[in-house]
Each structure stands twice: as C-alpha cells, then as structure tokens.
C-alpha cells in the first residue's frame, strides 16, 4: 500500500523489515515446525462473517474496557514477547511509554530485557508474564519483585512445558548471533527460560493448583495463559484463574493446533462469564479485534504488530500502532450498528455465534 490511504501498521512493518538484522526479524516472525498454525492465525479471524444491525445510534462509540479491574479507553493490550531489546535499544520501556500514553496495559515478558523497576516507572499499567521455573524458590523470588514493583496481574503462560521447536532462516543465522544475552533476563534470578534450545529438556510442571497458590502468593489475580479448550478453560477457573487467555502462543508451540479464533467462542461458552476471556493471535486490525469481542471476549492482545512498530519508530511507532487499532475499531464498531462492546452479541453470523454474553 502507498500513498496517503497507507495503514501506519503496515508501514512499519515494511520499515522494520529494512531496519532489523535479518535473524532478529525471522525471531519475531517465525512460527513452530512447518508454522501451520501461525499461517491460519489472520486468516482465521477473516473467516468469520457479520451481521450488521443498522439504524442504531451509533454517534456515540464507547471502546472502554474494564481489563482485571483498570479502566482501559480500549479493549487492548501489549502481549508479551520476549527479546524487545533487540528492535529497539530502549526494548520494553518505549513499549511501555507508548502502552501507558494510550492507557493500555503491556504484559512484561519473565524473559524481559528491562527491569521491573524501568517499566513501572513509565507510569504503566502492567502485568507480569511467568514462565514458572521448575525451581519453585526462584519463581517465588521473581513474583515477589514483579508485586513490589507494582505488577498488576501475573500472566501464567501454560502451553511451554518445552520451548516448541522453531527453524531459524538458513542464511540468517540465529538470533542469539546478534542478541545479547541481558535482553532476555534482567529480572529473571535464573537464566532465562523459554528461549535456549538447551531449556528444552527441563520441562515445567504447572497443575491447575499452580493458579491459585501464585494468586495466594502476590495477592494478584491471575490470568491462564495459553488455553484453547473448553474443558481446560473451566478447570483454570475452578482452580482460581481471574481470567482465561486464548493463545497459541502466535504459533510458536505446537504446530497444527487450532487457531484462536476458532476456539474463543468455545472458551467463552466454558467459562460462562465466570472470569473474563481474553484472546491473541493474528490479530491484525480493529476489524479483527471486533470480531473478537464479538466472540466474547474482553480483551484483545497483540504481538508481532507491536514489535515492528518499536523497531520502527519506537515509543511514537508504538503509540500510533495502538491508536490506529483503537480508530480502526471504533470505525468497525459503528458500522456493526454497536455501540458497545455489549452491542456485538449476535453480529457474528454462523455457527461460531455465541449469543452468549
Ligand atoms: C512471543 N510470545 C510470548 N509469550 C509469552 O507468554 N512469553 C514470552 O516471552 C513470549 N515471547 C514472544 C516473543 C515473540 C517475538 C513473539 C512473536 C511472541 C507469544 C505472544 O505473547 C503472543 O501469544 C503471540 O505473539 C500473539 O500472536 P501475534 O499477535 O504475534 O500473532
């Protein structure tokens, strides 16, 4: 696309492509095995068919969403993602300038290049993400410095019992031949976890009761990270998650698993509005942001778009990324003939439509 009509997203992923060295982009990008599954993600959310209502007041769209009790003027957030450092030399505080300048929350990757301490004095809302360490002393270490610096949730990701197994590019290299190694673990008191190929034999090993004991410990609700089934989705609330989030992990675990698309509505039916429903994966719009909430869920979380967007342009890339999403939805919204989210009940068309909020 060129000219004035361009997407800001689509511009800065095409200047991270000239900006980035060619194993870092292929890190960002890469999906599991044959990437499958990252190849379905958009695809996925496209799929999905509306049912407009019209003459409804619309003058009035209200996008504001209440994400684990912080009033968010939009119904989005950072995901987490590790090695930020290597798009732009400020890594994770120039996403967390940007997430607090539009008022979302960015979830902090364990594997983080910037301390606790530097994001939270960006003034934003954050949450923290735990790949939990088998080694429970040191998981209990970083939770208690993620709550002194002021975390407001902890993210637990359950789909990396192993790190899935990714290809680099073949004339690339890998990315751990131009990353440092600080980029991934400034706050972890372990080495990082989830990014060595040599982490893959130390398996994690999460219960359901995992959920509820780091909720005990922080005094933080806290959110699954990485559920896809129904059945799955309802044990994690039983066992005390705040809220379930609907991950592939961007494609990067198991190849040929569903997209998210597909199960959020599955999930939601589940959790029966016993905890909220957050989704990721491939969502690459407001439109596909809509057709989530759409789906049910409460909150929509975005990766890849975001790290091209600190490589692009950093904090000021990231912030026009987000609000271009916000615009986008808003736009989205007042054509679906919904006012609020609650509006988008029944405007997905087909058998995925929940009619359940
Ligand atoms: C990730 N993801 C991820 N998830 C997590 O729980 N902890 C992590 O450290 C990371 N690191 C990470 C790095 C990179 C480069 C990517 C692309 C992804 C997964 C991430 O949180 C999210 O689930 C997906 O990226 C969402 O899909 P999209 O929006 O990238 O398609």
């Known amino acids: 696309m060129t000219g004035t009509h361009a997407r800001w997203l689509d511009e800065a992923q095409e200047r991270a492509r000239d900006v980035l060295a060619p194993a870092v982009l292929r890190y960002i990008a890469e999906g599991a095995r044959e990437e499958v599954t990252l190849g379905e993600a958009e695809a996925a959310w496209r799929a999905v068919r509306l049912l407009p209502r019209v003459l409804r007041d619309v003058r009035t769209i209200d996008t504001t969403a209440d994400l684990l009790g912080t009033s968010s003027p939009l119904p989005l957030g950072i995901a987490p993602m590790s090695l930020q450092r290597a798009a732009h030399p400020d890594g994770e505080v120039a996403m967390a300038r940007a997430a607090a300048e539009v008022g979302v929350p960015l979830v902090l990757s364990s594997n983080a290049g910037s301390t606790f301490a530097d994001v939270a004095a960006t003034g934003v809302t954050w949450w923290m993400q735990l790949y939990a360490s088998p080694d429970r002393d040191l998981t209990a270490g970083l939770l208690e410095d993620a709550v002194t610096q002021g975390a407001s949730a902890i993210v637990l990701t359950v789909d990396t019992p192993v790190v899935g197994t990714r290809y680099p590019a073949p004339e690339g290299g890998s990315v751990w031949d131009v990353a440092d190694r600080s980029w991934v673990g400034v706050n972890a008191r372990t ?6 190929p040599k982490d893959r034999d130390k398996a994690m090993d999460l219960v359901p009761e ?3 004991r780091f909720s005990e410990m922080t005094g933080l609700p806290v ?3 990485g ?7 309802a044990r994690a609330v039983d066992a005390g998650a705040a809220a379930v989030w609907v991950s592939n992990h961007g494609g990067r675990q198991l190849d040929q698993v569903a997209s998210t698309a597909s199960c959020l509505p599955h999930v939601v039916g589940a959790v029966a509005g016993r905890a909220p429903v957050f989704v990721d994966g491939g969502v690459r719009s407001g439109l596909h942001a809509m057709v989530a909430l759409a789906l049910g869920a409460t909150g929509v979380f975005v ?11 950093g904090v000021d890339g990231v912030r026009r990324a987000l609000l271009e999403l916000g615009t986008e939805l808003e736009e989205s919204m007042r054509l679906a003939g ?10 997905v068309s087909g058998p995925e439509r929940p009619d359940l909020r």
């Open 191 to 196: 080495p990082p976890v989830g990014v060595s």
């Open 210 to 212: 995992d959920l509820g």
């Open 223 to 225: 959110v699954a990270k």
């Open 227 to 233: 559920v896809l089934r129904g059945d799955d989705a």
């Open 303 to 313: 990766g890849r778009p975001m790290f091209y967007a600190l490589a692009s342009d």
């Open 338 to 347: 919904a006012a609020s989210a609650a509006d988008l009940a029944g405007v």
